[in-house]
């Protein structure tokens, strides 16, 4: 029997075959590329401790391959079909968005891997999101704009024979799965040409130009890929410097020494020609870069202060002026390892030291002891995930800003698993199975 490919060496051949595409369609991405590799490496030459630090949590390898990207599908069979196109990548469907709250007519899940072994290796993870095509007020558009989804499959029929192929033998040979990548891939490409007419397009843009995005192209276009920084900051300084307008703010906690969750900037839309039906031509708003820098999962009563601070803090249309405020108002939140332990805030990954694996240790030992003592150590676990702020804020200051809530935050995570077709993961049960599980490798209760 031929060897079968892993599902990590799969998805690391998909992030890699997405990436380039999106530089060829995107070129302003080659260029935050190479601007977030310059600042990544100025970063760790200028602070080694840090570098060893990720060196030593097995952190650094990933740190070049890292990305995110973001897709809108338009019907429950295209999110069904896309999470078994996911799980042959071993990506799943962790936590549920509701960003109708901001008012973005769609709710989400995040695809990613979800084991720590497949997170090192490649951390790709695709923000999915499904219209919620209730939220259009004008009946007969939303008839209208169901009955144009429901006219095109995004999947080409040599993808969903590959995935009904996985399924069946249980796996890829090397052949199969390369085919698979290119195969896939073409449900993310970007096409102008567009499926409807330039009157219907405008209708629809004009509920919102999100749900234009979704109904009116022949496949979910990847809207944005996003790498990883460690100085979210800097990259936001530089970029002008480098012809790329950066959005007014920074998304999400202030600067710290301990980065908590995630932090997010871009720069704006695309406007990119389209062709319609009726042969008139136009332009799409869409697409657009992001970069994100990640810090350590919070516990839930990690969240619930993150969450008020944040409330508390509100936003500004100036960053620097932001971020002094968001300072100031999160100077509540401890910002030293050991206080984010002690007080239960964020999660760790314990691993005996040398010292450790040649002493006894009772099963019931205080962690904080041994750490004291240079028997254990603890390492921030990495938050993988989204915040659903920071997720409807990127959305609304790359698609013109629209402020509208049409749903004032009514969530439908029953109606969106039952599209998905299986529950969705909970993060921070994840986060807290994963602190458990390494406690009980060092020998812990």
Same mark, same amino acid.
């Given at each position: 029997m031929e060897t079968q490919v892993s599902a990590d060496s799969i998805r690391e051949a998909f992030s890699q075959a997405m990436s380039a595409m999106y530089q060829q369609e995107v070129p302003q991405y080659g260029t935050l590329m190479s601007l977030v590799t310059t600042v990544n490496q100025q970063?760790?030459?200028? /602070?080694?401790?840090?570098?060893?630090?990720?060196?030593?949590?097995?952190?650094?390898?990933? $740190?070049?391959v890292e990305r995110h990207g973001a #897709?809108?599908?338009?019907?429950?069979?295209?999110?069904?079909?896309?999470?078994?196109?996911?799980? #042959?990548?071993?990506?799943?469907?962790? +936590?549920?968005? /509701?960003?109708? *709250?901001?008012?973005?007519p769609v709710h989400s899940t995040a695809f990613r891997p979800i084991e720590a072994s497949a997170l090192r290796r490649?951390?790709?993870? $695709?923000?999915?999101?499904? %219209?919620?095509?209730?939220?259009?007020?004008?009946?007969?558009?939303?008839?209208?704009? !169901?009955a144009i989804l429901a006219e095109r499959d995004i999947f080409t029929p040599r993808c969903r024979a590959l995935v009904a192929l996985h399924q069946q033998q249980q796996g890829f040979n090397a052949a199969q799965a390369t085919e698979f990548v290119q195969e896939a891939l073409e449900t993310f490409r970007w096409h102008q040409q567009t499926t409807v007419d330039s009157a219907t397009y405008q209708a629809l843009h004009q509920q919102h130009r999100l749900i !234009?995005?979704?109904?009116?192209?022949? +496949?979910?276009? #990847?809207?944005?890929?996003?790498?990883?920084t460690?100085?979210?900051?800097?990259? *936001?300084? $530089?970029?002008p410097q480098h012809g790329i307008t950066p959005k007014a703010i920074i998304? +999400?906690?202030?600067?710290?020494?301990?980065? #908590?969750?995630?932090?997010?900037?871009?720069?704006?839309?695309? /406007?990119?020609?389209?062709?319609?039906?009726?042969? %008139?031509?136009?332009?799409?708003?869409?697409?657009?870069?992001?970069?994100?820098q990640r810090g350590i999962a919070l516990t839930h009563k990690g969240r619930a202060l993150y969450d008020r601070l944040l409330a508390q803090a509100g936003s500004g249309t100036d960053n620097q002026?932001?971020?002094?405020? $968001?300072?100031?108002?999160?100077?509540?939140?401890?910002?030293?390892?050991?206080s984010l332990r002690r007080e239960k805030l964020a999660w760790f990954d314990y691993h005996l030291t040398e010292k450790g694996k040649a002493a006894f240790i009772a099963a019931d030992s205080d962690p904080e002891r041994l750490i004291e003592q240079g028997l254990l150590r603890a390492t921030p676990i990495i938050y993988e995930d989204f915040l659903p702020v920071s997720a409807a804020g990127i959305f609304q200051s790359n698609l013109?800003?629209?402020?509208?809530?049409?749903?004032?935050?009514?969530?439908?995570?029953?109606?969106?698993?039952?599209?998905?077709?299986?529950?969705?993961?909970?993060?921070i049960a994840l986060y807290a199975a994963r602190e458990k599980a390494s406690l009980a490798r060092c020998g812990l209760a």
């Open positions: 970063v760790l030459h200028d /602070d080694p401790s840090f570098e060893q630090r990720l060196r030593d949590a097995d952190e650094l390898a990933r $740190l070049g #897709i809108r599908v338009g019907t429950a069979a295209e999110l069904a079909m896309l999470r078994q196109v996911f799980a #042959i990548m071993g990506m799943y469907p962790v +936590g549920y968005y /509701d960003l109708s *709250q901001a008012g973005v490649n951390p790709f993870r $695709l923000f999915t999101s499904l %219209l919620r095509l209730e939220l259009i007020d004008d009946a007969a558009l939303r008839e209208k704009a !169901a !234009a995005d979704v109904v009116c192209f022949p +496949g979910c276009h #990847i809207n944005h890929l996003t790498p990883r460690l100085d979210i900051d800097r990259v *936001q300084s $530089l970029m998304e +999400g906690p202030p600067r710290r020494n301990v980065p #908590i969750l995630l932090r997010q900037t871009s720069f704006k839309a695309l /406007d990119e020609p389209v062709h319609f039906r009726d042969s %008139l031509s136009g332009t799409h708003t869409a697409r657009f870069g992001e970069i994100e002026q932001h971020q002094q405020h $968001l300072s100031a108002v999160f100077a509540a939140f401890p910002d030293d390892e050991t013109g800003g629209e402020q509208t809530a049409r749903t004032q935050g009514q969530a439908s995570r029953a109606a969106f698993e039952a599209a998905l077709g299986t529950a969705v993961e909970d993060e």
